[in-house]
């Protein structure tokens, strides 16, 4: 499995879950033209092109060139890189006819197309794991969740941070992971916990 430190946007949740088979890393899904409306997750990908660069790997056909295009106009700033799939004619196993232009999106492909895709877009994809990432101990030590109050305490970090507000645990921890380093966070944290 590849490493690769640099998050990858896709149109919906059978993408991220095929994406997630082949490289160690955070993966959003876009939910299709929903993006559009969803101000509060295109506020976290431009702050994410910003800080750590966005690859956007989105299927070969119109809609997913729809999205292509959204986004590198709403994110005006920060780093994209554009991985593409080659066109493959076909359906997914899981899809009872072909897509209306009969081709495979990125589910569909093989191991070697998607790897090809972020290494084509000039993605360095390495072996291993990051070194000491932000836990869900972490969050946990700290009283972000899993003790009375939590959820007070989060949403009022996640004010600090300037993220999302509705943000759950589970979503939380990859993005802090992009976004710093564990001592980084620890730091951080604690000085906005510990302020009355």
Request: proline share 5%.
């Amino acid at each position: 499995m590849k490493q690769l430190d640099i998050p990858v946007v896709v149109e919906g949740k059978y993408d991220v879950m095929r994406l997630q088979r082949e490289i160690r890393g955070t993966v959003f899904p876009l939910d299709g033209f929903r993006i559009y409306k969803d101000k509060e997750k295109l506020a976290l990908l431009r702050r994410l092109a910003k800080e750590k660069g966005l690859i956007i790997l989105t299927d070969s056909d119109s809609a997913g060139f729809q999205l292509r295009n959204f986004l590198r106009s709403a994110i005006p700033e920060g780093t994209l890189y554009h991985a593409y799939i080659p066109d493959v004619y076909g359906k997914e196993k899981r899809k009872p006819v072909p897509g209306k232009e009969g081709k495979l999106g990125v589910e569909g492909m093989t191991s070697e197309i998607l790897i090809q895709a972020l290494q084509n877009a000039g993605i360095f994809v390495a072996e291993g794991e990051k070194e000491d990432p932000i836990t869900a101990y972490d969050l946990f030590s700290l009283g972000l969740s899993g003790v009375k109050g939590a959820d007070a305490r989060r949403k009022m970090l996640l004010k600090k941070l300037e993220l999302p507000e509705r943000m759950t645990t589970k979503a939380l921890l990859p993005v802090l992971n992009l976004l710093f380093t564990r001592d980084e966070f620890l730091k951080k944290a604690s000085s906005f916990l510990s302020k009355p």
